[in-house]
């Protein structure tokens, strides 16, 4: 069964309901979450509002806050009615003290959504007199948002901007920020989960790419490493070879076991998608699926140089690295996995996701399939 999700305004109503005076077993029987998730959700409601963790010490006492805690209480009242919370947008937020305006005051509404007063102030002056700015920003949204969407929330500012220029649009950065603000879009940013340290293998092996990781046509380096995830209780590896050229994942293998039939299913299957090609040459660290005597028959049975990364150097194959801390932040990190065909129902639909619509700095903000194309085309 997955996490239960509480929206904002019911974590702020569930702080205000203990600080009025409940006790956290009434509070917990009342909301239904854990100990240390509510003492969370406190800590972070105090810090955003500085006076309430000094006022809540003595509130028995103090005049001040007694009447901080009505203040606090018609707040919770407020929340209750709302159709938002306080990490919606403008947009919605305005609509809401719009809707209640008439039963609480301005002030009470705005303190309750955290929402300025000049904020709302200005939006209700300018009612009706929308500047051609403004109504550009009304064109511009369902645009960004679907886009933003289409991505399954994983674009940000840059990637938007020039998919809103693709369709004959010139918008700054600065102002995607600022209208992803108003509609509350935020590209998910999962905490980083840290490899294991790898054991540094004994053998000396030549690093031919020496970084050289600019190449002028496809076919010429593919590089390769492996990472994991887990699934259930059991992890499972991740193979992929991606050509330097347009940074397009050409295969990925997975498996449970970390072995040279992991490194080799990926390899060949990249290789016969790719005609197979000449003079080729296939850079990884030292791992063992990659320095044992099987893979480097095989690599050497078909003429292919093999390049290593110095031991210990992750730099020296940071394309790669780079592709799974997007692969990871964008994809991976974002679900819980309870069979191995879950995972990689999630990795073919990133990789097709990667290869044909997310936009790369390094290939001026094309896809490594418009690269590659345009490549072949003479377009380059």
Request: hydrophobic share 35%.
């Amino acid at each position: 069964m997955g996490k239960k999700h509480y929206s904002q305004s019911i974590k702020d109503e569930a702080v205000l309901f203990y600080e009025l005076g409940h006790s956290f077993a009434e509070t917990q029987a009342k909301y239904g979450m854990a100990e240390s998730t509510f003492f969370t959700w406190k800590q972070k409601f105090d810090k955003a509002h500085p006076m309430h963790e000094a006022i809540t010490t003595n509130r028995t006492t103090c005049h001040k806050s007694k009447r901080h805690l009505e203040k606090l209480a018609l707040e919770l009242e407020v929340l209750r009615q709302c159709p938002c919370g306080r990490n919606a947008s403008i947009d919605e937020k305005v609509a809401a003290v719009n809707a209640l305006r008439g039963r609480y005051s301005i002030h009470v509404l705005c303190d309750a959504l955290s929402l300025p007063r000049g904020t709302y102030y200005n939006r209700k002056r300018r009612a009706g007199q929308r500047t051609s700015y403004e109504i550009n920003d009304e064109k511009l949204k369902p645009l960004i948002r679907q886009i933003f969407h289409d991505s399954k929330n994983r674009f940000g500012r840059k990637p938007i901007h020039h998919k809103l220029a693709e369709l004959g649009y010139k918008v700054s950065e600065k102002r995607i920020v600022r209208l992803m603000k108003e509609m509350g879009l935020s590209v998910a940013k999962p905490r980083y989960k840290a490899e294991h340290q790898k054991s540094l293998p004994r053998a000396y092996f030549r690093n031919l790419l020496a970084r050289q990781f600019d190449q002028p046509q496809p076919n010429l380096i593919w590089v390769s490493d492996i990472t994991y995830i887990k699934v259930l209780d059991q992890y499972y590896y991740i193979c992929v070879v991606l050509d330097l050229f347009s940074r397009r994942i050409l295969s990925y293998s997975i498996s449970d076991s970390i072995n040279t039939a992991l490194t080799l299913a990926a390899f060949d299957d990249a290789f016969q998608s790719r005609n197979p090609p000449q003079d080729l040459m296939f850079h990884s660290d030292q791992g063992a699926q990659y320095t044992s005597y099987i893979f480097r028959a095989h690599l050497k049975e078909l003429h292919i140089k093999q390049s290593f990364s110095t031991p210990g150097t992750p730099y020296d194959n940071s394309v790669c690295e780079s592709f799974f801390h997007t692969l990871k932040n964008e994809a991976l990190y974002h679900h819980l996995y309870g069979t191995p065909q879950e995972l990689q129902a999630v990795l073919d639909e990133y990789i097709n996701f990667y290869n044909s619509q997310r936009p790369h700095r390094k290939l001026n903000m094309k896809t490594p399939n418009q690269y590659e194309s345009a490549f072949y085309s003479g377009c380059l």
